[in-house]
């Protein structure tokens, strides 16, 4: 390789697991997270058949959680899409740990918004953590 050699641009690259766009756009990292999440989730929903909750509750945070939360910091989303989308796993997963209770139900039980008062004092993501930290830590 020369000095004159020019390198090609690209519109996206992903650099330690993380989908970086030429224009910051996180949607196609957060689409990422959330199907490789919610087919984990799948996986484990197919394969814990017992009802649990302390043991469907570990098996989330060993699993799932880590997907959500590997370099939350860098993409942290702000638009309302891509919070419903990672919200979406969230629920799903509460629901679960629940033993399949009805989505107003865990709601109701231990689900707050992701975007919230509470929530944006230590970040969003942090504040999902937390938020529903009540109902599966």
């Given at each position: 390789?020369s000095?004159?050699?020019?390198?090609?641009?690209?519109?996206?690259?992903?650099?330690?697991?993380?989908d970086?766009?030429?224009?910051?756009?996180?949607?196609?990292?957060?689409?990422?997270?959330?199907n490789?999440?919610?087919?984990?989730?799948?996986?484990?929903?197919?394969?814990?058949?017992?009802?649990?909750?302390?043991?469907?509750?570990?098996?989330?945070k060993?699993?799932?959680?880590?997907?959500?939360?590997?370099?939350?910091?860098?993409?942290?989303?702000?638009?309302?899409?891509?919070?419903?989308?990672?919200?979406?796993?969230?629920?799903?997963?509460?629901?679960?740990?629940?033993?399949?209770?009805?989505?107003?139900?865990?709601?109701?039980?231990?689900?707050?918004?992701?975007?919230g008062?509470?929530?944006?004092?230590?970040?969003?993501?942090?504040?999902?953590?937390?938020?529903?930290?009540?109902?599966?830590?």
């Open positions: 390789m000095l004159l050699d020019v390198l090609e641009t690209t519109s996206s690259a992903r650099y330690l697991g993380v970086i766009s030429d224009n910051l756009n996180w949607s196609q990292q957060i689409s990422r997270v959330t490789k999440a919610n087919s984990s989730l799948g996986f484990l929903r197919r394969n814990i058949p017992t009802r649990n909750q302390q043991l469907r509750s570990a098996a989330y060993a699993v799932v959680r880590p997907q959500l939360q590997y370099a939350a910091s860098v993409w942290d989303p702000h638009l309302v899409t891509l919070i419903n989308q990672v919200e979406a796993v969230q629920r799903r997963a509460a629901r679960w740990v629940m033993s399949d209770l009805e989505e107003h139900q865990v709601s109701q039980i231990c689900y707050k918004p992701y975007v008062e509470a929530c944006n004092k230590g970040g969003q993501m942090q504040g999902l953590y937390l938020c529903t930290r009540s109902c599966m830590d």
